[in-house]
């Protein structure tokens, strides 16, 4: 049994980390001959030099080779990434990467030219509504669709937070409505309540006195996935307005990593979105 160095990529939540684990179990790699890092503590030159080079170039103890399992790989800076590149090809007889991360284009091509490339897609937000209702099946809980369509719509596409949301509302074998706490991970149920309504201007409030800069990021991605949602855009009549917010959405999330003042410029991708909604 044997692996190449393996780059796994795809949305958060989809089950990167969890595969890595399984390889990890069905090659009967002991636990003395796995590192597992998560990149987005040890992101520069030292940690590599210090941790990940000292760890791969040991003869593995009781398997074959050596695993360096590192997760979250697209934090680590570009520097450190570049040292990797030898470290791969001078220990490929004793020791294999799994790495895997979010966002592909933040690996550097000298890296992923050494790794087998595996992209994790999301499925369709119909094909996780369905897998949802299948597992709340099997745990005996009583659900309405709406309110389990409300789960999925806030969390997609990652599958693992929709599951975490299920199980901390669920009590007594019944799915409770979603808890709206602005102030923690859960103020997208409000987003999502108040896109259903149409009110934009409430969620330009919410978000650019409530949120951060990370957060605001975050509901640029939100927003496009649950955009057929608003009640004006929604309409077929509405299809050109409904793609000029698209294109206006993206114009925002290109201009989120580059301006100095992340909040400022969601109110004015919002402004651009009352234009299309006649609010």
């Known amino acids: ?29 002991d636990d003395a001959d796995v590192l597992r890092v998560n990149a987005s503590n040890k992101t520069g030159v030292d940690f590599v030099r210090e941790e990940i080079i000292g760890f791969a170039e040991l003869m593995p103890m009781n398997s074959r080779f ?3 399992h590192l997760a979250e790989f697209d934090y680590m ?23 895997t991360c979010n966002y ?26 369905v897998r949802m209702a299948e597992i709340l099946a099997v745990e005996a809980v009583d659900f309405d669709i709406e309110t389990l369509e409300k789960y999925v719509d806030q969390a997609y596409p990652d ?14 074998g019944q799915l409770g409505q979603p808890s709206i706490d602005s102030d923690g991970g859960d ?40 955009l057929k949602k608003h009640p004006v855009l929604a309409k077929p009549e509405n299809r050109d307005d409904y793609e000029q917010a698209l294109v206006t959405l993206n114009d ?3 201009k989120h990593g580059l ?15 009352f234009q299309l909604t006649g609010e």
Request: proline share 3%.
């Open 1 to 29: 049994q044997d692996i190449p160095h393996l780059l796994l990529t795809g949305t958060q939540g989809s089950g990167k980390t969890t595969i890595g684990e399984i390889l990890i179990n069905e090659l009967q790699i």
């Open 66 to 68: 050596k695993v360096v």
């Open 77 to 99: 800076s570009q520097n450190a990434q570049g040292m990797l590149r030898d470290v791969l090809e001078a220990n490929s007889d004793t020791c294999r990467f799994i790495c």
């Open 104 to 129: 592909e284009n933040k690996i550097i091509p000298a890296l992923k030219s050494r790794m087998q490339h595996l992209r994790f897609k999301a499925p369709s937000k119909d094909d996780v509504l």
């Open 159 to 172: 599958l693992r937070k929709i599951i975490n949301n299920l199980q901390l509302n669920t009590t007594a």
């Open 187 to 226: 103020y997208k149920f409000k987003l999502l309540d108040l896109l259903v309504v149409g009110d934009l201007r409430s969620i330009r409030t919410l978000v650019s006195e409530q949120l951060d800069s990370e957060q605001i990021g975050d509901c640029f991605e939100f927003l496009y996935r649950n």
């Open 252 to 254: 925002g999330m290109y």
């Open 259 to 273: 301006v100095a003042i992340p909040h400022l410029n969601f109110e004015a991708t919002c402004i651009r979105l």
